[in-house]
């Protein structure tokens, strides 16, 4: 089945509720990034947390999440589309730490650190924000609660969570966000509290079985209204044509240099791996098209 993201309304329209099956596109990071078991589960976790984030936001922004850490893990980066694409990357994907608690260490992978939240106009046009705030455990799901609490100012819980095989491979992942909107009451917000609680985790809930509809219930009871069911996927925006852009802008002195030295020009996409080669005959193209200009 598809991954999908569920987004819902519970307690009479003052708490917002979304759940996310992120199994398949987590398991396409992992295969395109290569990363052993404790990256797979920051990059994971970052990129359920992303899309969830990103179903919160205006249609024509993108959100960008970047953890930057002084663990071994250093940093994961990811961005999403209120559609429900998301990409993202880890510095160091070879990381791998003991588990603790029995639990995959992606706090000790990311160590101490910050979580920068952007959120980026898509046509260039309007405000860019950016919040800066610091790790509270670089487990990820709490980070970005911690975030919504201080910087939206609105009561939140963020589960998010990744479960590898022993070959590595994901074999689910998922997640859920709550958020108290203006008009929560103190009461709907510890019941909320209480079935996160007592909730199993996010990974254990989608090896159960259970889709984004059933994750909705699970921490937000039986009372929810659902606004929208919708598939989400990994999804690039690198393209060829902005690999030629690039080259283009490196000017008519470099391109020439380049086919004099390597006859080629390779790019790799760090949000995607994807390997882009430029052979002699196009870079001659593009040198020709700078000249015109
Ligand atoms: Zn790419």
């Given at each position: 089945m598809a991954d999908r993201l569920a987004r819902a309304l519970a307690h009479q329209g003052t708490l917002r509720v979304l759940a996310a099956v992120t199994t398949d596109l987590v398991e396409e990071a992992r295969r395109r990034h290569e990363t052993a078991p404790t990256a797979t589960a920051a990059l994971g976790r970052a990129l359920t947390g992303a899309l969830l984030l990103a179903a919160?936001?205006?249609?024509?922004e993108r959100l960008s999440l970047e953890f930057s850490g002084?663990?071994?893990?250093?940093g994961v980066l990811v961005d999403a589309t209120p559609e429900g694409d998301v990409r993202g990357f880890v510095m160091r994907p070879a990381t791998h730490l003991p588990p603790r608690r029995g639990k995959l260490d992606v706090g000790g992978a990311l160590g101490r650190g910050v979580l920068c939240v952007m959120r980026v106009p898509l046509a260039g046009v309007g405000r860019l924000y950016r919040s800066v705030v610091p790790l509270?455990?670089?487990?990820i799901g709490g980070d970005l609660a911690e975030y919504l609490q201080s910087s939206e100012q609105t009561p939140a819980a963020v589960g998010v969570g990744v479960y590898v095989d022993g070959d590595g491979r994901v074999v689910a992942a998922g997640g859920y966000l709550v958020q108290g909107l203006p008009g929560a009451t103190q009461d709907a917000l510890d019941a909320v509290a209480d079935r996160v609680e007592r909730a199993a985790t996010p990974s254990q809930l989608v090896r159960d079985g259970l889709g984004p509809v059933d994750i909705l219930h699970a921490v937000a009871g039986e009372d929810v209204s659902l606004l929208e069911e919708r598939e989400v996927q990994f999804r690039c925006r690198c393209s060829r044509e902005r690999v030629d852009a690039a080259i283009l802008a490196m000017g008519r002195a470099e391109i020439a240099a380049v086919l004099e030295s390597e006859r080629r020009a390779e790019a790799t996409c760090?949000?995607?791996g994807t390997r882009y080669v430029v052979g002699e005959n196009e870079l001659r193209g593009l040198l020709a098209g700078v000249a015109r200009n």
């Amino acid at each position: 089945m598809a991954d999908r993201l569920a987004r819902a309304l519970a307690h009479q329209g003052t708490l917002r509720v979304l759940a996310a099956v992120t199994t398949d596109l987590v398991e396409e990071a992992r295969r395109r990034h290569e990363t052993a078991p404790t990256a797979t589960a920051a990059l994971g976790r970052a990129l359920t947390g992303a899309l969830l984030l990103a179903a919160t936001i205006k249609r024509d922004e993108r959100l960008s999440l970047e953890f930057s850490g002084d663990g071994p893990l250093r940093g994961v980066l990811v961005d999403a589309t209120p559609e429900g694409d998301v990409r993202g990357f880890v510095m160091r994907p070879a990381t791998h730490l003991p588990p603790r608690r029995g639990k995959l260490d992606v706090g000790g992978a990311l160590g101490r650190g910050v979580l920068c939240v952007m959120r980026v106009p898509l046509a260039g046009v309007g405000r860019l924000y950016r919040s800066v705030v610091p790790l509270a455990s670089g487990e990820i799901g709490g980070d970005l609660a911690e975030y919504l609490q201080s910087s939206e100012q609105t009561p939140a819980a963020v589960g998010v969570g990744v479960y590898v095989d022993g070959d590595g491979r994901v074999v689910a992942a998922g997640g859920y966000l709550v958020q108290g909107l203006p008009g929560a009451t103190q009461d709907a917000l510890d019941a909320v509290a209480d079935r996160v609680e007592r909730a199993a985790t996010p990974s254990q809930l989608v090896r159960d079985g259970l889709g984004p509809v059933d994750i909705l219930h699970a921490v937000a009871g039986e009372d929810v209204s659902l606004l929208e069911e919708r598939e989400v996927q990994f999804r690039c925006r690198c393209s060829r044509e902005r690999v030629d852009a690039a080259i283009l802008a490196m000017g008519r002195a470099e391109i020439a240099a380049v086919l004099e030295s390597e006859r080629r020009a390779e790019a790799t996409c760090e949000f995607c791996g994807t390997r882009y080669v430029v052979g002699e005959n196009e870079l001659r193209g593009l040198l020709a098209g700078v000249a015109r200009n």
